[in-house]
């Protein structure tokens, strides 16, 4: 059985920094693109981030670009999501998630993590 | 970027009636559009994805269409367990995005 579990969201100030982790287990964790999805309390979903099978592609929304950054430890079938300059519009669940298929970049998040709730304030 | 327009944001309904949620892109996505389904405290559930295709599990009742730029989540018959919040969602491309949601609830 597939199961993602979030970790390290808190409180935090903004300016401030915070990385999240997401562990995973009951799939090939190397052969799946991975991919942050955020949700602001009783808001809408945004996508934030992806990261390839192997490292090698990632890619940002244009709202955390040159602030987060996404990266993989396939040796531990982790997934973490380091986010610097925080602001108080980042405060949201930030959820983990598996790709739909193996070895494909842009595809669908369909297993998901029940989420970490990042809060920015002061 | 790509945005996705959906519509309603709001849609009240009965047990059995027939919905629709209309989602629109901003340009041609072909076909690599997904529904989800969200529920309160809850992660967002696959319902269909590239446009048409029905995950594993999923009732019969829910279906998607559309190509290009205008794509729709149809539900035959609302049953109660489907009062929930509907999300479409472009995957492919430097830059997904989710439409901003439809809550679907008791009318």
């Known amino acids: 059985e597939v199961q993602l579990v979030e970790s390290g969201g808190v409180v935090v100030r903004p300016g401030g920094s915070l990385r999240l982790s997401c562990a995973a287990s009951g799939f090939a964790f190397d052969d799946y693109t991975m991919h942050w999805v955020r949700q602001a309390p009783g808001k809408n979903l945004e996508w934030v981030s992806l990261i390839g099978w192997d490292g090698g592609n990632t890619y940002y929304a244009d709202s955390v670009k040159g602030r987060f950054t996404i990266s993989r430890d396939n040796s531990k079938s982790s997934l973490f999501l380091q986010m610097n300059s925080l602001r108080p519009e980042d405060t949201a669940f930030y959820y983990c998630?598996?790709?739909?298929?193996?070895?494909?970049?842009?595809?669908?998040?369909?297993?998901w993590g029940q989420g970490t709730l990042v809060t920015v304030s002061s | 970027d790509i945005q996705m327009t959906q519509s309603p944001s709001t849609l009240s309904a009965s047990v059995g009636d027939r919905v629709t949620i209309t989602c629109r892109a901003s340009q041609s996505i072909s076909d690599w559009l997904a529904w989800y389904q969200q529920k309160p405290g809850k992660a967002p559930k696959v319902l269909i994805y590239k446009t048409s295709t029905l995950d594993s599990g999923v009732p019969s009742r829910f279906s998607g269409s559309g190509s290009g730029t205008e794509f729709t989540l149809t539900i035959s018959s609302l049953q109660p367990d489907d009062f929930a919040t509907y999300y479409c969602h472009h995957y492919r491309g430097y830059s997904p995005t989710f439409g901003r949601g439809t809550k679907v609830e008791v009318k």
């Open positions: 998630a598996k790709d739909l298929n193996s070895l494909t970049i842009f595809g669908v998040p369909y297993q």
